[in-house]
């Protein structure tokens, strides 16, 4: 009932930028936390970014000062301006969202998550 979709992965140089967008649709009645999660080959999920719905923002170490959160509410989008980008930030980027969304007339709370975009950084 809630779907995430993602966009602007791809293929840069090291130094280079991307800029990622999350946008939800589907039955939602709210959301709350959003955020940006990762995956490279052979590690676990980790956490990169994420952003309350007041605006407030937590980053993992390996990225404070180079990405940027940030959300627009009214269009249900979170995003992730990455620059000065590493190869060692190669990976599929996840979005998620926690959130409240209608289900049989009836309000349930989630955790939906996006495809995955790949991003490839070349040394």
């Known amino acids: 009932q809630v779907q995430l979709v993602e966009s602007g992965g791809g293929l840069v140089q090291a130094g280079g930028s991307l800029r990622l967008s999350c946008a939800a649709s589907g039955n939602i009645f709210s959301i709350n936390d959003m955020g940006w999660y990762r995956q490279a080959p052979g590690k676990q999920r980790e956490l990169v970014a994420t952003?309350?719905?007041?605006?407030?923002?937590n980053y993992a170490n390996s990225v404070k000062g180079r990405f940027t959160i940030s959300r627009d509410n009214a269009k249900n989008t979170v995003y992730l301006q990455m620059n000065s980008l590493k190869p060692e930030d190669t990976a599929v980027y996840y979005c998620n969202a926690r959130l409240l969304y209608y289900s049989a007339q009836v309000v349930r709370s989630g955790d939906s998550w996006g495809q995955g975009t790949q991003v490839t950084v070349s040394s």
């Open positions: 952003i309350t719905s007041g605006g407030s923002t």
